[in-house]
């Protein structure tokens, strides 16, 4: 055997070792999943346990649903951070985060995790007014059994559509509502399929027009350093080692953070 051979054949069996007690795991999660399901059933024997590892599936077909409704919470929990994302006001905010960024010619200041995360809070900032408006309108009803869950998740819905409606361009709307070969609808009769795309297409528009804003005072000094270099004849000197620190100085007298978070949150109309 030689030796490459036997080195792949080592870390192969260690990766194996590793990974055994997962799928271990998984396999028994899978197999419980119909079992736990199935516990509103009348039992043959109320003392005896079950455990199966394998791939039965429920007989009854109510208990196929509930296990089904678990595979679909499992998922929808796996997509929520992408709908926080998409659905609110984040995108804009990141994106003109890291054109902020660029434009100060600055790689890894801030830290991605510092820029995500204030992206986070300035998002749950901004987005107070509409989560108050679900929560009285569809929480808090459905909490004192009022409402039904299907009544809730409408009022929730509602709330977001006309907040993401509020921020779309009608023309982008427009268009995947003629993607989806939809007649003349009103605006809050509008899916969240046709609203969504729209208000992504929108906040990615809005977000790079205010990154170009940004990027031009930054672009007037590199052109400016690289201008009196030349004059000087110093080839030799990066203008970027120059104007670095004249980016940096100048952000900083202007407070330009706090002028981008107050453009960015009156870009939403807070």
């Given at each position: 055997?030689?030796?490459?051979?036997?080195?792949?054949?080592?870390?192969?069996?260690?990766?194996?070792?590793?990974?055994?007690?997962?799928?271990?795991?998984?396999?028994?999660?899978?197999?419980?999943?119909?079992?736990?399901?199935?516990?509103?059933?009348?039992?043959?024997?109320?003392?005896?346990?079950?455990?199966?590892?394998?791939?039965?599936?429920?007989?009854?077909?109510?208990?196929?649903?509930?296990?089904?409704?678990?595979?679909?919470?499992?998922?929808?929990?796996?997509?929520?951070?992408?709908?926080?994302?998409?659905?609110?006001?984040?995108?804009?905010?990141?994106?003109?985060?890291?054109?902020?960024?660029?434009?100060?010619?600055?790689?890894?200041?801030?830290a991605?995790?510092?820029?995500v995360?204030?992206?986070?809070?300035?998002?749950?900032?901004?987005?107070?007014?509409?989560?108050?408006?679900?929560?009285a309108?569809?929480?808090?009803?459905?909490?004192?059994?009022?409402?039904?869950?299907?009544?809730?998740?409408d009022?929730?819905?509602?709330?977001?559509?006309?907040?993401?409606?509020r921020?779309?361009?009608?023309?982008?709307?427009?268009?995947?509502?003629?993607?989806?070969?939809?007649?003349?609808?009103?605006?809050?009769?509008l899916p969240l399929?046709?609203?969504?795309?729209?208000?992504?297409?929108?906040?990615?528009?809005?977000?790079?027009?205010?990154?170009?804003?940004?990027?031009?005072?930054?672009?007037?000094?590199?052109?400016?350093v690289?201008?009196?270099?030349?004059?000087?004849?110093?080839?030799?000197?990066?203008?970027?080692?120059?104007?670095?620190?004249?980016?940096i100085?100048?952000?900083?007298?202007?407070?330009?953070?706090?002028?981008?978070?107050?453009?960015?949150?009156?870009?939403?109309?807070?």
């Amino acid at each position: 055997m030689n030796a490459p051979f036997h080195l792949h054949f080592k870390i192969g069996r260690a990766i194996c070792r590793l990974l055994a007690p997962g799928l271990f795991l998984a396999l028994a999660l899978f197999a419980l999943v119909p079992e736990a399901a199935a516990q509103a059933a009348p039992a043959a024997n109320t003392n005896s346990f079950n455990f199966n590892i394998g791939m039965n599936l429920p007989s009854q077909p109510k208990e196929m649903d509930v296990a089904i409704r678990i595979v679909f919470l499992i998922t929808l929990l796996t997509l929520a951070p992408s709908l926080v994302m998409l659905m609110t006001c984040f995108t804009r905010i990141i994106i003109v985060f890291s054109f902020l960024r660029n434009a100060l010619s600055l790689q890894g200041v801030p830290a991605n995790q510092l820029m995500v995360g204030f992206a986070l809070f300035l998002t749950f900032f901004i987005m107070t007014p509409v989560y108050q408006r679900m929560d009285a309108d569809a929480i808090k009803p459905y909490q004192a059994n009022q409402i039904t869950g299907e009544q809730a998740l409408d009022r929730a819905s509602g709330h977001m559509r006309e907040f993401m409606l509020r921020q779309a361009r009608p023309k982008d709307v427009e268009f995947f509502v003629g993607l989806a070969k939809m007649g003349p609808t009103a605006a809050d009769k509008l899916p969240l399929s046709v609203v969504i795309p729209g208000f992504i297409l929108s906040e990615l528009r809005t977000g790079f027009q205010m990154g170009f804003l940004l990027f031009i005072p930054f672009i007037l000094i590199d052109f400016v350093v690289a201008i009196v270099l030349m004059s000087l004849g110093l080839m030799f000197l990066p203008p970027a080692t120059i104007s670095l620190p004249l980016k940096i100085l100048l952000f900083v007298l202007v407070d330009g953070w706090t002028l981008v978070v107050r453009s960015l949150a009156l870009s939403f109309g807070v």
